[in-house]
């Protein structure tokens, strides 16, 4: 089962400003500045007080007129199982080519030909 499958399945809640579970996520009326949500066992794992706060926030930085607000350290969530970030991997077989500043080994490359492997820019393992 992949990643965004297991991360869709969970469910997710809202949470007003005072720290309250307010129902589903996405059920916010003030679509324009749209209230926290986390996995609900995420949040039923914080106190009231981190829940305002990682709420209260959101709200405030969506005040100002940003979309994207990150958590409090409380509430961020880490564990890959409640839709957190994928751990970074390592390449399963060492490079020996040209170190390139910026660049990494794409995965797969090489897999016939060892010294035919790719470099590119962009979010894969290093080396």
Do not use: H
């Not at 809202?14 to 324009?32: F, P, V």
């Not at 970030?85 to 060892?114: D, H, L, Q």
Request: glycine letters at 10%; hydrophobic letters at 25%; charged letters at 35%.
């Amino acid at each position: 089962m992949g990643e965004l499958k297991k991360w869709l399945d969970q469910d997710w809640v809202r949470l007003d400003s005072s720290g309250n579970i307010a129902g589903e996520c996405g059920t916010s009326k003030n679509k324009s500045n749209p209230d926290r949500c986390l996995p609900r066992s995420k949040a039923q794992s914080l106190s009231k007080s981190q829940r305002k706060a990682t709420a209260s926030k959101k709200k405030r930085e969506g005040k100002k007129g940003k979309q994207v607000v990150s958590n409090t350290k409380a509430a961020k969530v880490t564990k890959m199982a409640e839709g957190g970030a994928v751990p970074n991997t390592r390449c399963k077989r060492k490079f020996y080519g040209k170190n390139v500043e910026g660049t990494a080994v794409a995965r797969g490359c090489g897999k016939v030909m060892k010294n035919r492997r790719k470099r590119t820019k962009g979010s894969v393992s290093q080396f």
